[in-house]
């Protein structure tokens, strides 16, 4: 029997936040591969093929693209994606500019809470 590998796109641009969500989610059996900004975070979903199954992005990224920005082109390619956003500031924009059945987490948060979002979002997807 062979493990599907969950690979989970991470868009952050802090380095500090970057290894605590890869930490956390290596911890709850996750793959994952980190970039900084939204551009390349688009080339990476235009040409992965399908290959990750879920995106955890921060809101205010390196470049001119935002995570809303990620989260919408990540939905265009894959309507069922699950999005985690993060943010210190600009949560009162997430009704408005999130993607439908995503979830925001507000920073600080508990290293648990991003695998617990993930696998939530996940568990509501169809294989």
């Known amino acids: 029997m062979q493990n599907q590998v ?12 970057q290894e605590m969500v890869q930490d956390a989610l290596s911890e709850g059996g996750f793959e994952t591969e980190t970039i900084a900004s939204g551009e390349e975070a688009i080339t990476l979903l235009n040409g992965g093929n399908g290959k990750y199954r879920a995106i955890i992005t921060d809101i205010h990224l390196l470049g001119t693209l935002t ?11 894959n309507p069922e994606i699950p ?13 408005s500019h999130g993607v439908p059945n995503s979830v925001l987490l ?8 991003v695998v617990t979002a993930i696998s939530q979002l996940l568990n509501q997807v169809s294989p």
């Not at 809303?68 to 939905?75: G, I, T």
């Not at 507000?106 to 809470?113: D, E, R, S, T, Y």
């Open 6 to 17: 969950l690979l989970i796109l991470i868009v952050e641009d802090e380095f500090i936040i």
């Open 67 to 77: 995570g809303w920005d990620v989260a919408k082109s990540a939905r265009e390619l």
């Open 83 to 95: 999005v985690v956003y993060m943010t210190g500031a600009g949560a009162d924009q997430w009704p």
């Open 106 to 113: 507000q920073k600080p948060f508990a290293p648990a809470q």
